[in-house]
């Protein structure tokens, strides 16, 4: 099945299952069953608009709509284009080859994209079914389950600089390897090198949490930042204890 939208035929066969956390916005999406494409605005002669960070309306509300079925997280769709729609719209124009901005324009070459999305690359060869994959490279995130992506978010890792703390210097990396998440807090963590929304431990003191500031580049003391709350609250709900996390 095609559908068009002002001019743009998106494909239904590479849409999933839409990621669904309230009975908000389940009622939203019904009618963005698995399978299917997100029912589009009215078609015109005209291409769709030029989206950015800001914006309202029906072309907004298909944009989430949209980002959610291919496994992002724009948070509520509400029409509204705010934080958590930005967020995603970088995520997927990293994955798809396109250099985020910080207004999150989505202009003809992201709504091409929406039409035939790419998959993220995966960064380990034989990596466990279930899994966390963190790409320092391209500062994502990508949650797997039965080997099939579940979840896809951008990030903020360590900016390899050096800093120090009441006299105790380090380097803010990210480290690279194996792991898996040995612990979670169900709430703040006011750690001494600043606080950590719902943690989730892969190594030492090293953890994905929720942040207020999550940039277009790594700033991180080391871990890797999610957008919050919506973002944060959705990995540690979907993410236990012994999943298996790989940064690379």
Known sequence: MRLKIAGLALVAGAVTAPLISSPAEAAALSA???GTVAAAPAASAAAPPTLHYGSKGKYV???QKRLRALRY???SVDGRYGKDTLYAVWAFQKVNGLKPGGKGTVGKGTWRALARPKSPVRIVKKP???RVEISKKRQLVVVYKNNRVYLISHTSTGNNKRYCYKGECDVARTPSGNFKVTR???GWRHAKLGDLYKPIYFYRGWALHGSPSVPLYPAS????RL???HTA????KIIPVGFRVYVR
């Open 128 to 130: 466990a079914a279930n």
């Open 233 to 236: 609250d959705l990995m540690f």
């Open 184 to 186: 979670k807090i169900n």
């Open 32 to 34: 963005n069953a698995p």
């Open 61 to 63: 509300t298909y944009l």
């Open 73 to 75: 997280d724009p948070g």
């Open 227 to 229: 957008p919050m709350k």
């Open 221 to 224: 003391h080391g871990c890797a």
